[in-house]
């Protein structure tokens, strides 16, 4: 069984941090490509950052130099560093695995960015 487990959300203030984990198990880690998505109420979901099984990283414009995704192949677990957060990253976050047409998600975690 697949499992995908956010964490790490909550309310934070602009220009503030959070950390957000992602722990998958039930498939072969190292196969996979590993997304951050967002979806503000409203809004479509959008891809955030995406690291693949060789590391390479990529962001969506409105994040770069502000997000740094990372994964660790031993503990399965792909992390989201948030820094300089707006109120404009308010929005639930989902962690996707994806393996050419095999795709699983999480249930995600809340971001609340506001003073």
């Known amino acids: 069984q697949v499992r995908l487990v956010e964490s790490g959300g909550g309310l934070v203030r602009p220009g503030g941090s959070l950390r957000l984990s992602c722990a998958a198990s039930?498939?072969?880690?190292?196969?996979?490509?590993m997304n951050w998505y967002r979806q503000a109420p409203g809004k479509q979901r959008e891809l955030v950052a995406g690291i693949t099984s060789g590391g390479s990283t990529n962001y969506a414009d409105s994040v770069k130099g502000r997000f740094t995704i990372s994964r660790n192949n031993v503990k399965n677990t792909v992390d989201l560093q948030m820094n300089s957060l707006r109120p404009e990253d308010t929005a639930r976050y989902y962690c996707q695995s994806k393996w050419g047409p095999e795709s699983y998600w999480g249930q995600g975690t809340q971001v609340t960015v506001s003073s």
């Open positions: 039930g498939i072969i880690f190292t196969h996979y490509t």
